[in-house]
């Protein structure tokens, strides 16, 4: 039997079946519980009267009370239009309509006392309001002295008059009938330690809020119960998969010593010893690890992953490591495969671009076990990729890629799942990482490399330029090298943005003696690889570039990275693109 909740929204008051599956069709609101919780977006403030002499232009709606005087009718069929002349004694507004003529017109009387509510318009000197809200007073007493609640909806629903007044009254109803019904959720003794309203309370509030402060411990309550509850659940998942999934045992470290004592060619800082402990510990426990390894840009979390591999690598399992990019794949492998190479351990590279041929063997090498170390990009969850015994799964900068891509590379060896560590440079506060990543350990590299120094980071206008040009200038004459990155590729008719194309011929005209590189995402992967590796061996001075350079290109010699409409990038990206410089000893620089 339905519960309450669970009851077809078509059997409250003022529904009915057609629009039950109006509301089912374009809100996906189908029970009394999905109507109660279709929350509004905005409220608007009906505790205040107006006068029409206090009207300006930045008030998005206004109140007022006053008296029509006089109402017209302008042009004939489909741009028939209605007009009032509307009156408070302090000035006079025009009232508009253009659909529903006929209705209004028998419903509106001159010299009566109304309450208008809607957004005013200036035409020259004169005020108007298009389709406002009317009421006679005697109706508006009892809505004055509340926060209107405006409900999300759409175009069919407005056609058919389902609006925001509508639902106002299907919550009221919905309320009403749920006295008593709405159970708290949560402990006492939690609302009473965070001071939380009661979630009967906060439904009520959250429709029909007495006053901003009351809005605002309805919102807080209704939040925290929602976070509250995903955080249980990914917890829940967490535990559930270290009873349900056993985790292969890796626990020779024979490679990783020989490795750390013969090869390693600087020392570890304590937080990646620190961090290298804590996977080692998951890998030998006999449970599948499931790890989030986050370090800010250049902490070194790429060796920390080598050495887990190592780990795998000592009891005959395989590794994989997943990046977004092609460009990271190949910097991976580059920087990866002079350590694999002294430790006679096999690595190869799978990327789109790599031949059919190539491609076929290293199929046949994985399936063998051959290949211990496999780097690549998407290639890697191909159907015909499949590993004799896939001990570890690693994904790099693991935000980009979704969670059915992951899976897919969890799936990849017959038998027990590998052990999985996903790697992010982005900087997580603690909380939040929790919340979205409860089903993940955390393992965080806080400390950098010794000799690197903090990026020193700016923001200039236009007009600084010039200045900006002569420190590249002083920058390149010392030996360094420049990042110069846009947001488009080419000009749009749509956007007023600087674009790499006219961005390209600048710097070239400002830097006539400098080798200038270009990578954007629309070069072919041989031409891109051409210009970075160009970049990489300091044969050119300025590289002009998109966000294709926004993960892993590792160039310890470049300083300065200039970001240009630097509001069209996302905080991570720009994060991440100031994480490209400040990757050797030298004092590094962000515009």
Same mark, same amino acid.
């Given at each position: 039997?339905?519960?309450?909740?669970? /009851?077809?929204?078509?059997?409250?008051?003022?529904?009915?079946?057609?629009?039950?599956?109006?509301?089912?069709?374009?809100?996906?609101?189908?029970?009394?519980?999905?109507?109660?919780?279709?929350?509004?977006?905005?409220?608007?403030?009906?505790?205040?009267?107006?006068?029409?002499?206090?009207?300006?232009?930045?008030?998005?709606?206004?109140?007022?009370?006053?008296?029509?005087?006089?109402?017209?009718?302008?042009?004939?069929?489909?741009?028939?239009?209605?007009?009032?002349?509307?009156?408070?004694?302090?000035?006079?507004?025009?009232?508009?309509?253009?659909?529903?003529?006929?209705?209004?017109?028998?419903?509106?009387?001159?010299?009566?006392?109304?309450?208008?509510?809607?957004?005013?318009?200036?035409?020259?000197?004169?005020?108007?309001?298009?389709?406002?809200?009317?009421?006679?007073?005697?109706?508006?007493?009892?809505?004055?002295?509340?926060?209107?609640?405006?409900?999300?909806?759409?175009?069919?629903?407005?056609?058919?008059?389902?609006?925001?007044?509508?639902?106002?009254?299907?919550?009221?109803?919905?309320?009403?009938?749920?006295?008593?019904?709405?159970?708290?959720?949560?402990?006492?003794?939690?609302?009473?330690?965070?001071?939380?309203?009661?979630?009967?309370?906060?439904?009520?509030?959250?429709?029909?809020?007495?006053?901003?402060?009351?809005?605002?411990?309805?919102?807080?309550?209704?939040?925290?119960?929602?976070?509250?509850?995903?955080?249980?659940?990914?917890?829940?998942?967490?535990?559930?998969?270290?009873?349900?999934?056993?985790?292969?045992?890796?626990?020779?470290?024979?490679?990783?010593?020989?490795?750390?004592?013969?090869?390693?060619?600087?020392?570890?800082?304590?937080?990646?010893?620190?961090?290298?402990?804590?996977?080692?510990?998951?890998?030998?426990?006999?449970?599948?690890?499931?790890?989030?390894?986050?370090?800010?840009?250049?902490?070194?979390?790429?060796?920390?992953?080598?050495?887990?591999?190592?780990?795998?690598?000592?009891?005959?399992?395989?590794?994989?490591?997943?990046?977004?990019?092609?460009?990271?794949?190949?910097?991976?492998?580059?920087?990866?495969?002079?350590?694999?190479?002294?430790?006679?351990?096999?690595?190869?590279?799978?990327?789109?671009?790599?031949?059919?041929?190539?491609?076929?063997?290293?199929?046949?090498?994985?399936?063998?076990?051959?290949?211990?170390?496999?780097?690549?990009?998407?290639?890697?969850?191909?159907?015909?990729?499949?590993?004799?015994?896939?001990?570890?799964?690693?994904?790099?900068?693991?935000?980009?890629?979704?969670?059915?891509?992951?899976?897919?590379?969890?799936?990849?060896?017959?038998?027990?799942?590998?052990?999985?560590?996903?790697?992010?440079?982005?900087?997580?506060?603690?909380?939040?990482?929790?919340?979205?990543?409860?089903?993940?350990?955390?393992?965080?590299?806080?400390?950098?490399?010794?000799?690197?120094?903090?990026?020193?980071?700016?923001?200039?206008?236009?007009?600084?330029?010039?200045?900006?040009?002569?420190?590249?200038?002083?920058?390149?004459?010392?030996?360094?090298?420049?990042?110069?990155?846009?947001?488009?590729?080419?000009?749009?008719?749509?956007?007023?943005?600087?674009?790499?194309?006219?961005?390209?011929?600048?710097?070239?005209?400002?830097?006539?003696?400098?080798?200038?590189?270009?990578?954007?995402?629309?070069?072919?992967?041989?031409?891109?690889?051409?210009?970075?590796?160009?970049?990489?061996?300091?044969?050119?001075?300025?590289?002009?570039?998109?966000?294709?350079?926004?993960?892993?290109?590792?160039?310890?010699?470049? /300083?300065?990275?200039?970001?240009?409409?630097?509001?069209?990038?996302?905080?991570?990206?720009?994060?991440?693109?100031?994480?490209?410089?400040?990757?050797?000893?030298?004092?590094?620089?962000?515009?």
């Amino acid at each position: 039997m339905a519960t309450f909740f669970e /009851t077809s929204v078509e059997f409250l008051k003022g529904v009915g079946p057609q629009r039950a599956a109006l509301l089912n069709r374009e809100l996906s609101i189908f029970t009394y519980g999905d109507l109660l919780q279709h929350y509004p977006f905005r409220y608007e403030d009906r505790t205040r009267f107006y006068s029409i002499s206090d009207i300006t232009d930045e008030m998005p709606y206004v109140q007022l009370r006053g008296t029509i005087k006089r109402v017209d009718f302008h042009g004939i069929g489909r741009s028939r239009r209605m007009t009032a002349q509307f009156s408070d004694g302090t000035g006079t507004l025009e009232l508009v309509w253009f659909q529903g003529i006929t209705w209004i017109a028998s419903k509106l009387k001159t010299g009566i006392e109304y309450v208008v509510f809607g957004k005013p318009t200036r035409y020259g000197t004169k005020w108007n309001i298009a389709h406002p809200e009317l009421e006679i007073p005697s109706a508006a007493v009892e809505s004055r002295g509340s926060f209107h609640p405006v409900y999300p909806l759409t175009e069919k629903l407005r056609a058919r008059h389902i609006d925001s007044k509508f639902f106002s009254r299907l919550m009221r109803e919905a309320l009403l009938q749920a006295a008593g019904k709405i159970h708290e959720t949560l402990p006492p003794r939690l609302c009473a330690d965070r001071d939380l309203m009661s979630r009967s309370d906060a439904m009520h509030a959250i429709h029909f809020p007495p006053d901003i402060d009351t809005l605002n411990r309805a919102r807080r309550r209704l939040k925290f119960e929602e976070l509250f509850f995903t955080q249980l659940r990914l917890i829940q998942m967490k535990l559930l998969r270290k009873e349900k999934f056993p985790g292969q045992v890796f626990n020779n470290t024979s490679l990783v010593n020989t490795f750390y004592n013969e090869v390693l060619p600087f020392p570890l800082t304590a937080a990646q010893k620190r961090v290298i402990k804590e996977i080692y510990a998951d890998l030998k426990s006999g449970k599948q690890m499931n790890r989030l390894l986050q370090g800010d840009v250049g902490s070194g979390k790429t060796i920390v992953a080598f050495l887990c591999m190592l780990i795998v690598c000592g009891s005959q399992a395989q590794c994989a490591l997943m990046a977004p990019t092609e460009i990271l794949a190949q910097q991976h492998f580059h920087n990866l495969s002079r350590y694999a190479n002294a430790m006679s351990m096999p690595i190869a590279l799978l990327t789109g671009s790599t031949p059919k041929r190539t491609r076929q063997e290293l199929h046949r090498l994985l399936r063998a076990g051959v290949i211990k170390v496999v780097i690549g990009t998407h290639a890697l969850i191909e159907e015909e990729v499949r590993f004799n015994r896939l001990g570890l799964a690693i994904v790099d900068e693991q935000h980009r890629f979704g969670v059915a891509q992951r899976s897919k590379l969890w799936s990849k060896s017959d038998g027990v799942y590998p052990h999985v560590l996903v790697m992010s440079a982005t900087p997580i506060p603690r909380t939040l990482a929790m919340t979205l990543y409860g089903d993940l350990d955390i393992s965080i590299i806080d400390e950098l490399p010794k000799g690197r120094k903090p990026i020193k980071t700016v923001h200039r206008n236009d007009s600084h330029r010039l200045q900006v040009n002569q420190f590249i200038r002083d920058q390149v004459s010392e030996g360094r090298q420049v990042y110069i990155v846009y947001p488009l590729i080419e000009e749009s008719e749509k956007l007023d943005l600087k674009h790499l194309m006219d961005g390209y011929e600048s710097i070239c005209r400002a830097f006539p003696d400098y080798a200038i590189s270009i990578v954007h995402g629309k070069m072919k992967p041989d031409a891109r690889a051409f210009e970075m590796d160009r970049f990489v061996r300091g044969e050119t001075n300025i590289m002009v570039a998109t966000t294709v350079i926004e993960v892993g290109v590792d160039v310890p010699n470049a /300083t300065v990275m200039i970001i240009e409409n630097a509001e069209r990038f996302g905080l991570l990206q720009l994060h991440q693109l100031r994480g490209r410089v400040g990757r050797g000893a030298d004092q590094s620089y962000s515009f």
